[in-house]
């Protein structure tokens, strides 16, 4: 893992160069020599605090902009290592995997429920749709009035803004993905 002087030296350059800024013009801003601006992003510096607030304010950023660690693009998600969300005594588990923590407007959920188990939903946020596809058993969904049966290889589409419910009526542990869409 990078040093916090490794994160702030790759913070403040992308930060400088997604503002399209020179070195020149953010030593201006900032009050900040461009000697002092080269050596903090080759990571060299040992940035004081008001320097750092110095940065952060010439580049209109917040202050966490310049400390943040980077998300990497790929992410390995372990089932085994997640606590489930238990509903029906536990008769089903709901692994929250990629949850909308970013406004990413989605989550994506695995979830087992054992034989004979019964879940029921309460609406989510005005117009978001639940996408699930079934990878083992056969699971009934109620919603709106309508009951749908959706068995292994199938995969079902519908508005989860309104009470719904899951029901396992297989005769083994049915296993599904979900994803809600938040629009």
């Known amino acids: 893992m990078d040093s916090m002087n490794l994160i702030v030296a790759k913070n403040i350059r992308r930060l400088r160069e997604e503002n399209k800024l020179s070195m020149d013009e953010l030593s201006k801003l900032s009050g900040v020599s461009k000697s002092m601006l080269a050596q903090i992003e080759r990571g060299e510096g040992n940035p004081t605090l008001s320097t750092l607030w110095k ?14 660690r980077p998300k990497t693009p790929y992410e390995i998600v372990k089932t085994s290592e997640i606590q489930p969300l238990l ?5 089903v588990k709901n692994y929250s995997i990629f949850p909308d923590d970013e406004n990413r407007r989605f989550a994506v959920y695995y979830l087992e429920l054992d034989k004979g188990s019964y ?5 989510h946020l005005k117009g978001t749709t639940e996408f699930i596809t079934i990878f083992t058993g056969c699971i009934q969904i109620c919603t709106d009035g309508q009951q749908f049966t959706v068995a292994k290889g199938e995969s079902i589409r519908f508005k989860a803004d309104k009470i719904h419910s899951y029901k396992n009526i297989g005769d083994e542990s049915a296993i599904l993905h979900m994803i809600l869409f938040n629009p």
């Open 55 to 68: 940065l952060s304010n010439g580049m209109k950023v917040p202050f966490d902009a310049l400390t943040v």
């Open 87 to 91: 509903e029906d005594n536990g008769k």
């Open 119 to 123: 879940w029921e939903s309460e609406p």
